[in-house]
Structure formats: structure tokens, C-alpha cells
């Protein structure tokens, strides 16, 4: 981690897993994530989904550097855990599934999964080893131009429990959306959940069985927790 600190305030590029790409400034560095400044953003990334991180010396490809204060600039130590802690109640983009991300708000942060509100998809339950990256937007912008009355921030006030597998037997009985709802295998009714296996049955009536390691997302449709 030390030659990584030697990079803080240089160009760089970025390549994730998945053939995803990022340059800009290397602004801060953690054990477990770290923080690009990308010309109009913060770019919150954790270590797991970086694949290679390069010095950009193209001097015609160059970024100047922030003029305001990250969530990193907030806190003592970055930690991967603390910024999304730093994000909570604040207007974010995530990235959780291929080129589909998600935008709203981080509600809570649990040992292995973090509570997403989005106006659209509802609250959502996120596993903390599949998120890509996450960035706040500008605070001046209003999601999908809502008014403020009409974004339930905290929508649930139901307990939650401290690991994902715990918290999805909250929704055994009930119809889920799993990773975005792209793949029609991931959506149905959470019949078990037990021994890192999620037992689902989908619109045919066939069951299905996923492994609850590679589960990114999962929501209720059309109904909060």
C-alpha cells in the first residue's frame, strides 16, 4: 500500500474487472478502497474490483485537481466501510451489475451488505463484495428532478439483521428481484434461504438454486421491506 500512497495526486488509469475503465486524479488510498477524481466526480472504488492501476504520463490527457473536498477528506483513516457511511442520506450513483447501476440513497451498513433506497427499484439489500464503486452526485441535484417530499429516505422501519443471508430469510414467502431483474432465472418467489443457497421459484413454476455469494442485489417489486 505504500507505493500506492506514492501515487496520490497523480494521473492515473484504472481498469476493474468486468474490462471497466476509470482515469483521473488518485486522490486518496485505503487498505481496502480508493478514491478517483475523475474531473467531475469522486469515484469511491474499492480494492477488490481493481484489476490494474497505471500512471497516466500522457501529458495531453491530463486532469487538474479538485477544488472541492471528497468523503475522504472527512475522516481520519479511509476505510471502505466509512465511506459508505460518509454517504449515507446523501444522493449517490452505484454500481453493482455489469453496466446497470443504481441511484439513490444509502440507508444503513451492516457486516457484509449495506440498505439501498432508490426511487425507482425501491428499498434494496446490497451485498458489500459486489459493489464496483459508488459516487455522490452534486448536492444541488434533486433525483429524477422529485421533490424532497415525495423521496422517502428512511422508508422502513423494520429491524435489520447483521448478515445477508439472516436479512433475505426476512423475505422467504415473497416475490424478489435479484441483481436488477435482468435475467428472468433471478426473479420469482424466495422460497429458502440456507446453506449460501437461495431456493427460488420462477415464473414457470421451475425451481432454481443461487448461490448466495454471487448475489449483488435483491428487492421486493413494487413494495418496500
Known sequence: MSNMTELIGNNVYIELTKKSYFKGILTDVGSDILVLYDGQKFFYIPWLHVRSLQLNS??????????????????????????????KGMFTEISVIGNLS???????????????YSPVFNTMYISLSHLKWITPYNKNITPYTLSNTSLPVNPSNTPLLRSFEDQLKKVEGKLVVIDGGGDPMKIGLLKNVKNNLLEIAIASGETVYLKLTHVKSLHLPNANF
Do not use: C, M, W
Open 102 to 116: 443504481f441511484h439513490g440513497y444509502v440507508l444503513s451498513v451492516l457486516s457484509d451488505y449495506f440498505v439501498f
Open 58 to 87: 500522457n501529458t495531453n490527457d491530463q486532469i487538474d485537481n479538485p477544488i472541492e473536498s471528497s468523503l475522504a477528506e472527512e475522516t481520519e483513516s479511509i476505510s471502505y466501510r466509512k465511506i459508505l457511511t460518509n454517504a
